[in-house]
């Protein structure tokens, strides 16, 4: 914004002040979880908990070592649904939406239309049928059962297809008369070409995956070794929830990496999804 | 978050080149293969299990949740009592308040960070944070600020002299409190949201309704709101779902108590099929496929009524 707009004295004293205010009340919870895991619990259990008493890494190191609900297999559970539906749901999107955009697909108007429909479908509605489906794949203690129904979604195709189309018409038929096939074309001109919406694309898709609950809950029950860290600090909350610098210290190994994507990576983030309505 | 609004691309672009292509069995072919593995994944995942959710729908469960016998519309009839018409009331209400608190209060962090101040990206990411957290680390976290044994919030309160209700334990406050949690939770995405659109307003438009003495409040709500509509109308259709389909905050907050005072459809989904080993998984398909309909008509009009304001340039 130009200089013209800069408010008034008054003004700027107002936007801080509330500012302030906001941040204190909004982010308290923020700073509670990065400080509580490394306080004792005679710390926190105060009104209001005591955030400056001494730092100690008794109860990470606690949080790590106890066996009711490991949180190491968690963590490798969680990476693997983010990483595994990232990389999937990037693959299939981009050569679904490549056949729709790029190639004479004679029922691809149709196939687009399936692909929108299913956006509409909100998962919990279809969550029995799935369960119901992959328990009588017998694959119940397996890591894929977690992943196996986020393998490729409608949403990635559709933004995937946006990001296509904008790819200007006269380049693609230059490297037509080049002699440049469907798949050197994708992986050396176009994908570089839309990197922004793929990577929110990737960034969504992991923070999908880390971040779900519904699903982990249901399959890992009976099973502790399928707990992502979602479902594990729940079930640490039903056992340790005498100790809260326990439970703030698994919540905080939780948020790292979406910590780290938001404070890094809001920009790209933001502009791949918003690219249309933004502008 | 899980429709993004882009407005179509230019349809000539595709059909140019598409035309130009030569349509022989191997292009065909490869277009099929191309399109095999997402579809294969969807069909298999949502549009497969729909038609299941219908036939599970009309089929009661053994003890161990086979579907066995054919019921009718029974669980429909039982989707026309007044406990099922409390559940969609209590949806209804947490929705609205999320998404109207939920998009009014980035809003109104959003307009006074997009002034040209200092340190006002410091304040954008600082508020953002509560993006990285997931319905179950939120709700934990947010049980320790409201557990009374540390509760900073109830001392707040008690300085002013209010002494602070049961939040999750009061029948009455159990789903504003839910609510509240899951404002918090959205705040951080939809500031992201406000902002980028805030950012993309034209300052010439801004100086010239300066010109002609707008000013404050008069200025933000007749050409600022206007001029970011695409933005609050993506923050709305992304709340609105994410609201819709809440699960984590409830089941961990007050696994819908107390007294139900917190059941919500995709609660009562969760509740019918598989909690306590409750298997009803016929009456909780017929649920899933209304949460279904309600979802598609909420869609219908916010596209169809609301996006027909919304002014994309």
């Known amino acids: ?279 | 978050m899980s429709i993004a609004l882009t407005p179509p691309a230019t349809e000539k672009t595709a059909l140019t080149s598409r035309n130009r292509r030569r349509r022989s069995p191997r292009e065909i072919a490869l277009a099929v293969l191309f399109v095999v593995p997402a579809l294969a994944g969807v069909g298999t995942f949502v549009v497969f299990p729909l038609f299941q959710a219908i036939f599970l729908s009309t089929r009661g469960s053994d003890i161990l949740g086979n579907p066995t016998r054919f019921v009718g519309l029974q669980h429909f009839q039982q989707l026309l009592t007044p406990q099922f018409g409390h559940i969609l009331l209590q949806t209804a209400e947490f929705t609205a308040i999320v998404v109207v608190a939920g998009v009014v209060l980035p809003l109104a962090l959003a307009a006074p960070i997009s002034q040209p101040l200092k340190g006002m990206r410091v304040f954008r990411t600082l508020f953002s944070l509560p993006f990285a957290y997931s319905a179950s680390t939120a709700s934990v976290v947010w049980l320790l600020m409201l557990n009374p044994a540390m509760s900073p919030i109830n001392w707040v309160l008690r300085l002013v002299g209010i002494s602070a209700p049961g939040w999750t334990t009061d029948s009455n406050w159990a789903m504003v409190t839910v609510a509240g949690v899951t404002v918090w939770m959205v705040s951080g995405f939809n500031l992201l949201v406000l902002s980028a659109g805030l950012a993309g307003v034209d300052e010439d438009v801004l100086e010239a309704s300066t010109i002609d003495g707008a000013s404050g409040f008069r200025q933000f709500f007749s050409v600022t709101l206007p001029m970011i509509s695409p933005s609050l109308f993506f923050a709305i259709v992304t709340t609105t779902l994410t609201a819709l389909q809440s699960l984590g905050q409830v089941q961990v907050m007050t696994d819908g108590g107390p007294n139900g005072a917190t059941s919500t459809l995709v609660y009562a989904i969760f509740d019918n099929a598989f909690h306590n080993n409750n298997s009803n998984f016929g009456l909780a398909s017929a649920q899933g496929l209304v949460l279904l309909v309600v979802g598609v008509l909420i869609a219908v009009v916010q596209f169809g009524v609301i996006e027909r304001r919304v002014h994309y340039r």
Not at chain 1, 50 to 74: C, I
Not at chain 1, 109 to 131: D, G, H, R, S
């Open chain 1, 1 to 279: 914004m130009s200089r013209a707009t800069q408010p008034s004295k008054t003004s700027t004293t107002i936007i801080y002040v509330w500012l302030v205010v906001a941040a204190i009340v909004l982010l308290f919870p923020v700073l509670l979880t990065v400080v509580g895991g490394f306080l004792p619990s005679s710390d926190l259990l105060q009104q209001p908990p005591n955030l400056f008493g001494h730092f100690t890494l008794d109860s990470y190191l606690s949080a790590m070592r106890q066996t009711t609900v490991p949180l190491l297999p968690a963590f490798v559970n969680s990476l693997f649904v983010g990483v595994v539906m990232m990389v999937s749901q990037v693959v299939t999107s981009c050569l679904a939406a490549y056949s729709l955009v790029f190639m004479r697909n004679p029922i691809g108007k149709l196939l687009f239309w399936i692909f929108m429909a299913t956006i509409m479908v909100p998962y919990e509605a279809i969550v029995v049928p799935n369960a119901l489906f992959v328990r009588s794949l017998g694959i119940g203690d397996n890591r894929l059962a977690l992943v196996l129904p986020f393998l490729a979604v409608g949403f990635g195709v559709f933004l995937m297809r946006q990001a296509f189309r904008q790819f200007p018409t006269e380049l693609r038929q230059a490297a037509e008369i080049d002699g440049c096939g469907h798949l050197r074309f994708l992986f050396t001109i176009l994908l570089p070409a839309v990197r922004p919406s793929l990577t929110a694309l990737a960034v969504w898709s992991f923070l999908q995956g880390w971040n779900m609950y519904f699903w982990p809950l249901i399959i890992a029950s009976g099973d502790n070794s399928l707990n992502t860290l979602q479902t594990a600090v729940f079930a640490l909350k039903s056992n340790e929830f005498g100790d809260p610098a326990i439970l703030l210290a698994g919540i905080t190994i939780t948020l790292v990496p979406t910590l780290l994507l938001v404070i890094l990576g809001q920009r790209w983030l933001i502009r791949g999804f918003t690219a249309g309505a933004v502008k």
